[in-house]
């Protein structure tokens, strides 16, 4: 069974952009979070989908938003970067009930110059 | 406010020793944790987990322990292998919420 792919990989981009990031769950997998990984703040959750729905959302800024489609395929879009906003964003995906582990794709890692 | 704490940012440890991770979190709510494993450039795959009614769990070399009234849980890696070298996680989340709160990692190092 294939894994979590996430594309791009890498990207570069310069304040003030926008950048949309993009998510293959497991097949079979409903849910799909998106995690930001930065060196001082660690893992931190952005937000969740479930059936195309957000089910739960972390403490970030509106620029950060996220939509699921009906195959589950997941993206994530930040407007306005900021220098900030330089991190490794990882999505992980599970097959719904709480307590299903969840797998991580790879990341994509942004920087914002 | 960190609500999972891990408060030692690296450890080293021989091979063959036991490696023991920490982690403290204060939200009395939480009822599931989990322990990930990191490597550079890789996303976190899965360790371990224990759920709250639990205060003991055990798969091959991974033992996580878990003392409700201390607010701590630990992973025991014995005996440590070098593959063991990474970035290890300790994760929670709260009933009724699929939301995982992560600690800050440690990082470990198997030394030969």
Same mark, same amino acid.
């Given at each position: 069974?294939?894994g979590?792919t996430q594309t ?13 990031l ?8 409903r849910s799909?979070?998106w995690?930001?990984q ?22 970030f800024?509106?620029r ?6 009906s195959?589950?395929r997941?993206?994530?879009n930040?407007?306005t970067l900021?220098l900030g906003?330089?991190?490794?964003y ?8 709480r307590?299903e582990?969840q ?11 | 406010d ?15 020793r036991?490696?023991i ?7 009395s709510m ?10 550079? +450039? ?7 987990? /224990?759920?709250?009614i %639990?205060?003991?769990?055990?798969? =091959? ?5 878990l003392?409700?009234s201390?607010?701590?849980l630990?992973l025991?890696?014995?005996?440590s292998?070098?593959g063991d070298? +990474?970035?290890y996680?300790?994760?929670a989340?709260? /009933?009724?919420?699929? %939301?995982?709160t992560?600690?800050t =990692? ?6 030969p």
């Amino acid at each position: 069974k294939a894994g979590v792919t996430q594309t791009p990989r890498y990207l570069i981009k310069t304040r003030g952009q926008q950048v949309t990031l993009s998510c293959s769950p497991i097949s079979g997998h409903r849910s799909v979070s998106w995690y930001q990984q930065t060196p001082g703040q660690g893992l931190q959750f952005l937000f969740e989908y479930f059936s195309e729905t957000q089910r739960n959302k972390g403490n970030f800024p509106g620029r950060f938003s996220g939509r699921q489609f009906s195959n589950s395929r997941s993206e994530m879009n930040v407007s306005t970067l900021e220098l900030g906003d330089s991190a490794l964003y990882l999505c992980a995906s599970s097959l719904d009930s709480r307590g299903e582990t969840q797998y991580f794709g790879p990341g994509t890692r942004l920087l914002v110059l | 406010d960190q609500q999972v704490k891990q408060n030692s940012p690296s450890l080293s440890v021989q091979e063959g020793r036991i490696s023991i991770l920490n982690c403290d979190y204060t939200n009395s709510m939480f009822d599931y944790f989990l322990w990930y494993k990191k490597y550079p +450039a890789e996303g976190p795959t899965f360790l371990i987990s /224990i759920s709250s009614i %639990k205060d003991k769990n055990e798969d =091959g070399r991974f033992t996580v322990f878990l003392n409700k009234s201390a607010k701590h849980l630990s992973l025991h890696i014995v005996p440590s292998q070098p593959g063991d070298s +990474a970035v290890y996680f300790c994760a929670a989340s709260a /009933i009724g919420n699929e %939301k995982l709160t992560f600690g800050t =990692g440690t990082r470990l190092t198997i030394i030969p």
